[in-house]
């Protein structure tokens, strides 16, 4: 059984930071790559940014530049470091892993449950 669990989400100004982080547990031997998505009300849920077990990035071209992703493997952790924040980034933020590797089991696509970022004007 493995189990991602976001926190760091909230409310903000129009031009500060917030920064959102995932820790995958279990008996984890591996993540391929980690992502963060988001959810704006009445839209599809769109890729944020991810990055490879290796380090390698893709961003979403909305966040380019205003938004950072990071893991660290030994922790099993993702960070969402977004700067420069508008009030089109109010969403609901989630983290996925695909695939988490255990001595036993594969699994894909895996998800947090969310967190709410919300960004004032």
């Known amino acids: 059984q493995v189990q991602l669990v976001e926190s760091g989400g909230g409310l903000v100004q129009a031009g500060e930071s917030l920064s959102v982080s995932c820790v995958a547990s279990?008996?984890?031997?591996?993540?391929?790559?980690m992502g963060w998505y988001r959810q704006a009300p009445g839209k599809q849920r769109e890729l944020v940014a991810k990055?490879?077990?290796?380090?390698?990035?893709e961003y979403a071209d909305a966040v380019k530049g205003r938004f950072t992703i990071s893991r660290d493997n030994g922790k099993n952790t993702v960070l969402l470091q977004m700067n420069s924040l508008e009030p089109e980034d109010t969403a609901v933020y989630y983290c996925n892993a695909d695939p988490i590797q255990t001595p036993r089991s594969r699994y894909r696509d895996v998800w947090g449950q969310g967190t709410l970022v919300t960004v004032s004007s």
């Open positions: 990055i490879t077990n290796g380090g390698s990035t």
């Open positions: 279990g008996n984890i031997f591996s993540i391929g790559v």
